[in-house]
């Protein structure tokens, strides 16, 4: 039986040294050498073509390789098999650099003081407290949890919004419906970071980005799905956001001509928010599934399909 392998970045013998030694003996093949489909047991995937994982008629589990699962789980062939998830904590510290560094940036208003060194000005804005400054995050999963609790101890005022209800260090947990209205009510600058699912596509809407206070700044490094452009553009254009930073977009990269290329109150980045990635530390993850799986015992880190995340 054998692991198929579709090494995310790198060359294939940065992912199949560890792994040898984590997996003695173990047949690796390396995407898109898959020999005889039905040796393959194990797939650690970013995402193969549709319907290709199917073809394996002895897959026990998928590995998935990347952050967010709207990607894998977009293949409408899909197996009914368990997928683990692969993302590490050193994953979840480079994102809160990243989401530290954009809080911190909104904070000091420096787009602003950018737009204005374009435009030849020199002028003071008003300015607010860090612990006056409400700072809400859509998701408080593996990177969203981590980043809060790092700019509540940095000084603001964190709040958070997830499905269930959270406990995480200094940061002031909403759901629901009601909680989501309650907090973006409050929030001066709002972090998404929530994963793709059915239920999130196009969710920082309208009505959302409405409910902020005028001013308000969003940072988007969840999917770009998650917030249309039109809707972006009409909170600008009225105000409600000062500044957008969006590291992910509808499409990647935007088109040409998009708005967003040459706003002065668009920043972007190209999806780039999780600033590196830790192969060693998946590898190990791939080999814990395997050994837990083969040992008869239970997974970590499992997938919940039918949520989508
Ligand atoms: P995660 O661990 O799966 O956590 C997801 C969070 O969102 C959880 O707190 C969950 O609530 C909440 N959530 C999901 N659906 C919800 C809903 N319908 N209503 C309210 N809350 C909901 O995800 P993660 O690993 O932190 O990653 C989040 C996303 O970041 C990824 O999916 C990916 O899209 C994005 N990402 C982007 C980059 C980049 O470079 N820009 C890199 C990595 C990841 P519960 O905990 O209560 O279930």
Redesign the pocket.
Known sequence: MALLLQPLIGDNETWLKPLRQLLPGEDIRIWPNVGNAEDIEFAAVMRLPDGKLAEFPSLRMICSLL????ILLSDPGLPDVPIVRT?DQE?SES?TTTVLVHVLRHYCQLPQYAAMQARGGWERLPHRWKKDTNVGFL???????GAARRIAHEGFNVMG????T?NVEGVTSF?GPQGLMEMLRKTHILVN?????P??RGMVNREVLGALPKGASLIN???GAHLRASDLYWALDEGILSHATL??FEVEPPPPGERAWTDPRITLTP????LEYDIESTVLHIAKAINAIRGGQSLQGLVDRR?G?
């Open positions: 952050a967010g699962q709207d993302d994953g994102m998701g408080l999963g593996l990177f969203g949890a919004w997830s499905r269930t959270k759901s970071l929530l994963p793709l699912t239920e999130t490094l969840g999917r590291d992910v999806h780039v928010a999780r949520r995340y």
